[in-house]
């Protein structure tokens, strides 16, 4: 396939299943191509980590982030890296909420590592509550 447009990047990230193609598309300029590659099944856990620093936008940011704690792939390396960058994000204020209760939800992290993210100054009161819940499901 030929790129050329953001179009074909976009298929491609989303249709390909060769790791060294999907990790070349991880570099494009994209952030459609990167949540594309972030739910893409076929893309590596190193891939996924390089991911986890990209930025864009809040809205764009928080949904890539969302999607790399919910891949099948993210090992406990990928997954903290995301945690640190929804900690961030937290501590700036902004509300990766969505992320923040994706990473609850894997048990590939202790409830210990994903607990203090509900004390930093971008919690509310309801992502503390429903942050409790998720990690009290993991019984």
């Given at each position: 396939?030929?790129v ?38 076929s893309?590596a ?8 620093t ?86």
């Amino acid at each position: 396939m030929s790129v050329h447009t953001p179009a074909d990047y976009l298929e491609l990230a989303r249709a390909e299943n060769d790791s060294a193609v999907l990790h070349r598309l991880a570099r494009c300029p994209y952030p459609f191509v990167w949540q594309a590659l972030a739910a893409n099944p076929s893309t590596a856990p190193g891939t996924l980590l390089e991911l986890s620093t990209a930025q864009d936008s809040t809205w764009n940011d928080n949904r890539l982030l969302c999607l790399l704690a919910e891949h099948p792939s993210a090992d406990h390396t990928v997954l903290r890296a995301v945690r640190d960058a929804v900690a961030a994000k937290l501590a700036e204020g902004e509300r990766p909420y969505a992320a923040v209760l994706a990473l609850a939800g894997q048990t590939e992290l202790a409830a210990a590592e994903v607990r203090p993210l509900g004390a930093l100054r971008g919690a509310s009161a309801r992502l503390r509550s429903h942050l409790d819940r998720r990690l009290g499901l993991r019984s």
